[in-house]
Structures are given as C-alpha cells and as structure tokens.
C-alpha cells in the first residue's frame, strides 16, 4: 500500500516562523505467513474441480434420456412397420375372399368379417404413425434441437450394437469406483473441503506489515525583527527514513469455531465418498441384473418364440387359402404373431435401456 501526504503542517501563527511543513511517502507491505496464497489457489482450483465434474455428470444424464427416447423411437417405428404389414396381409385376404365369393367358394358374411377386420386394424395404424412421430420429436429435448434439423430425412439406425465387457459383474465394479461422475464429484468436494480446512488454518497466523517511509521537512531561514535580532531557529532541511513493523495482536482468534467447521466439513466430505463409493456397487450389481435378464428375454423372443409365432402364423394362412382353417383361426393367430412380435420389440429396447443404464452405472460412455 502507497502511502503520500502532509506529515506536519504548523497551524499555530505563533510557532509559524519556527515550523515547515513536513511531507511524508511510505510504502506498506503485508507479509502473508503459512502459504495462505497457496491456499487460496488450491481452494479455487479445487472448487473448479467440482464444477467440472458436476457439469459431466449433467451430461452423462442427458446421455441416458437420450438413449431411452433412442430405443422408444425404434420400437415404435419397427412396431409400425409390423403393423402396416399386417394391414397389407389383412387387404390381400380382402381381395381374395372378394374372388372366392364371386364364384360361391364362400359367403358374403364371411367376405364381410375379413372387410370389418382389416378396416379396424387400419384404424388402429393411424394412431401408429402419429405415434412414431411423437417419440422421433421426443428426442429433440435431450438433443437441444429439432429431430429434423439433426437427421433430416434420415432414419435411425435402429440395429442393437454388440457390446462387449459386460459380463464380468466385479470388474464392472472396481471400474464405477475409477470412473464414475458421483464418485469422481465426492473425491473433488472431498479435495475441496480439505483445501478450506487448510485455508481456514492458515488463516489464524497473522499477518505482518512492513512500512517503510520518508519524511521531507524543509529548511527553515532566519527572520529578524526591525531591530536586527533573529526572532526563529533557523534549521537545515531534513530528509529521514523511517522503518516500522505492525504484528496484529491476534486476541479475537482464541476460538476455534472456523478450524472446527472446517474439520467437519472434510469429515462429511469423506462419508459422503464412502456412500458415493456403496452406493456404485449396490447400482452396478443392480443394473447388470436387470440388464441379465433383459439380455437373456430378448433372446428368448428373437430364437424361439418369434420364430414359432412367425411359422403359426404363416401355416395358417396357407391352411386358411385351402379351406382348411376358418376365418376367426386366422385372425386369431395373426393376432397372436403380432402380440408376440410387439412383446420382441419391447424386449429389445428394454435391452437397449438396460444396456446404456449399465454402461452409465459403470461410469462409461453409451455406445
């Protein structure tokens, strides 16, 4: 700190001719003991720690709304491809019991039913298609754009990407404890209160201050009075250095209430890692259980049970073209193909849910 100014200036006209007046420049310097600038580096740095591993953690959160919208948007599209196939089987045995009726192979009651059915499947298509449209624009809001203005025309890649390195539930676990964002954010909160409990220490040495100045007090001539005599001290100019230190007595720092507060912030700092540490384990067993038996569903449907509503479905209709089966068998199984085959599409984006939940428990980015 830069000190200037009037030291002494004589205001008494008595002592005037006796007095100059007397300039002052000193220069302070504060002495800033027990590394406290360190301090406060470490502190800041360690806050901007946390920040940034608060902000990943958003992040990684948008990753997981993403990825869900992702897998409703596939099966409602897949789901819509599978009824408008079904809506096309539907039209051609419409148009084969139209033949079949005008040369008496059946009657019109029955060309009616298969005409009722396919109008009400239809209608249940409308709502399919609006349906997929609502969930493409759902995933605008984990995009922060429109869908459109993203991907365009452009349809979603809606095939399940093999992944890899999923199986090993334990090595799973010691990677959430090295990469995970809530544990990675409780090791940068915990860095930051201990960097506040050393600030907060440091903060009770005091603080010297160095001051060191000069003093400027011009010459003072002679006065004489009418009679000739010298009526002041006549004095030289003077220029002196002057060298102080100032040690704060530091009386109001007898208690201890900061250093104590500090403390405990570091100690909750340190169980909240341990919960953050728990809580991992517990999420990633958890998750890889769900993601085993999603895993393990969606194979059931796609090798077996697909593939037998498929073959059903596809005897019927030729049993149904020879007369060999009714109308209500046919719808009856095409029904049931297409319940199953809806099922399969659940199963594989409850798979795909289940895989990014994982992968995000585990501290990984989604594939």
């Given at each position: ?55 990943e953690g958003g992040r990684r959160q948008l990753y997981a709304d993403a990825a869900a919208a992702y897998a409703d948007t596939c099966r409602a ?120 409990a050393d600030l907060a220490q440091a903060n009770r040495w005091v603080d010297p201050v160095l001051n060191v100045g000069l003093k400027n007090t ?150």
């Amino acid at each position: 700190m830069l000190t200037a100014g009037i030291d002494s200036k004589e205001l008494s006209k008595a002592n005037k001719p006796n007095a100059a007046t007397a300039t002052t420049m000193s220069v302070a310097l504060t002495i800033e003991t027990a590394g406290k600038r360190g301090q406060r580096i470490r502190a800041a740095q360690a806050a901007v720690k946390v920040g940034e591993a608060t902000l990943e953690g958003g992040r990684r959160q948008l990753y997981a709304d993403a990825a869900a919208a992702y897998a409703d948007t596939c099966r409602a599209r897949n789901a819509l491809v599978r009824q408008e196939a079904t809506l096309r089987a539907l039209g051609d045995i419409v148009n084969a019991n139209t033949v079949r009726r005008k040369v008496g192979d059946i009657g019109g009651l029955e060309l009616s039913q298969s005409q009722v059915e396919r109008d009400r499947y239809e209608a249940d298509v409308v709502p399919a298609r609006a349906q997929v449209q609502t969930a493409a624009e759902s995933l605008s809001i984990p995009l922060g754009r429109r869908y459109s203005e993203v991907f365009g025309n452009a349809e979603l890649a809606c095939d399940a990407p093999a992944v890899n390195g999923l199986d090993d539930v334990d090595q799973l676990v010691r990677q959430a404890q090295d990469a995970r964002d809530d544990i990675r954010i409780a090791h940068a909160a915990l860095d930051a209160t201990r960097a506040s409990a050393d600030l907060a220490q440091a903060n009770r040495w005091v603080d010297p201050v160095l001051n060191v100045g000069l003093k400027n007090t011009p010459s003072v001539h002679a006065l004489t009075d009418a009679g000739g005599n010298v009526t002041n001290s006549p004095a030289q100019r003077s220029l002196s250095l002057g060298l102080t230190v100032s040690v704060p007595i530091p009386l109001s720092r007898t208690q201890r209430g900061e250093v104590l507060q500090a403390q405990s912030a570091v100690t909750q700092a340190m169980l909240a890692l341990r919960s953050a540490e728990l809580r991992a384990q517990t999420d990633v067993r958890r998750v890889h259980a769900q993601f085993r038996a999603a895993q393990l569903n969606e194979q059931r449907y796609r090798e077996s049970v697909l593939v037998q509503s498929d073959k059903v479905v596809e005897g019927m209709r030729l049993s149904y073209k020879k007369g060999a089966a009714s109308l209500l068998e046919l719808l009856s199984a095409q029904r049931s193909a297409d319940e199953v085959y809806l099922a399969w599409l659940q199963a594989s984006a409850d798979l795909a849910t289940a895989t990014v939940q994982l992968q995000l428990a585990v501290g990984a980015s989604p594939d």
